[in-house]
């Protein structure tokens, strides 16, 4: 299993970015691909997850209205357009394939993103 972010970079508050993870070395459509977070100094926090066959979506509080999540099967991507961007949301993003609950969950490297003036 390869999972591989990109999409990350610096932007200001209020600005968009979107989020790109690349998979690899598995049955795609057969598994849920999420998104968490990592602030310095703060917990692994999950945003966003999409599954692999129905598109069943789930966002936290805090992304829920200004992220969307969105898989394309064909080309093993998962993509997160994230809006509205605060400097709270700085943070390394990394993304994770899983078959399904109670499974272990595959990371990718993460994408550092820097929401600055």
């Known amino acids: 299993v390869q999972l591989v972010e990109s999409g990350g970079g610096l932007v200001q508050p209020g600005g968009s970015l979107r989020l790109s993870c690349a998979a690899s070395?598995?049955?795609?459509?057969?598994?849920?691909i999420g998104w968490f977070r990592q602030a310095p100094g703060k917990e692994r926090e999950g945003l966003s997850c999409?599954?692999?066959?129905?598109?069943?979506?789930y966002y936290t509080t805090s992304v829920k209205g200004r992220f969307t999540i969105s898989r394309d099967n064909a080309k093993s991507t998962v993509y997160l357009q994230m809006n509205s961007l605060k400097s709270e949301d700085t943070a390394v993003y990394y993304c994770?394939?899983?078959?399904?609950?109670?499974?272990?969950?595959?990371w990718g490297q993460g994408t550092q993103v820097t929401v600055s003036s």
């Open positions: 070395g598995f049955t795609f459509d057969n598994y849920a």
């Open positions: 999409i599954s692999g066959t129905d598109g069943y979506t």
């Open positions: 994770y394939a899983r078959p399904g609950v109670g499974f272990r969950r595959y």
